[in-house]
């Protein structure tokens, strides 16, 4: 498998609620220089997260060790900017598995989908919702179903269906990326070609 595959996450979260997070502020481009996946999390929010003399800036929601959690929460219209998708190898190598916003940019959420981030889009009013709950108690667990696409709060009744394109749901749900996806249909693949003709 290329990703950890996704099925059913619980999980505390860790809340920005800050709108029109753009791939720069997630990644800045002066760490784009590796090609591989692994380690672009150190420098996840890199701009936000240090000064520049690499001083930890303790009021970003980052460094405060009272918030963790694999589920990231973001303000409306995150992942805009540029299609670099170093932003959601950040994101993954980080370690969230998933990000809960009311709206994404397309390709920021359609490079999440490839590398196993879930970017689940709900309702602006659920999404306050949930920054409400994180700041009661900053141990708040959201529940995200990918087979029944419903993303819930685990101590309260509230729950939202969210939209999951159907190829990248099961790519999702199996730990696939496009090659592994076909790489699995290779015995079909070939049982096709052998009754094709020349």
């Not at 950890?4 to 920005?16: H, N």
């Not at 659920?126 to 409400?132: K, M, V, Y």
Request: aromatic share 14%; hydrophobic share 35%.
């Amino acid at each position: 498998m290329s990703y950890e595959s996704f099925k059913v996450l619980k999980s505390s979260a860790v809340p920005l609620p800050i709108e029109n997070v753009d791939t720069d502020q997630i990644i800045p481009a002066r760490f784009l220089k590796a090609t591989e996946r692994k380690g672009f999390g150190e420098n996840l929010f890199r701009d936000w997260r240090f000064t520049q003399d690499n001083r930890i800036k303790n009021d970003f929601v980052l460094n405060n060790p009272i918030y963790s959690g694999k589920i990231l929460v973001g303000g409306n219209n995150f992942g805009s900017g540029s299609s670099r998708e170093h932003a959601a190898w950040a994101i993954y190598d980080y370690g969230f598995r998933c990000v809960v916003s009311s709206f994404f940019a397309d390709i920021f959420k359609n490079n999440c989908l490839n590398i196993g981030v879930l970017p689940v889009e709900v309702s602006r009013s659920f999404l306050n919702h949930i920054f409400e709950a994180i700041y009661n108690d900053t141990k708040t667990e959201l529940k995200i179903d990918l087979p029944n696409q419903l993303i819930s709060m685990c101590d309260s009744k509230l729950s939202e269906n969210f939209e999951i394109n159907s190829y990248k749901k099961e790519n999702m749900i199996n730990g696939y990326d496009d090659i592994d996806y076909l790489y699995n249909m290779k015995l079909d693949i070939e049982q096709f070609e052998s009754k094709s003709p020349l």
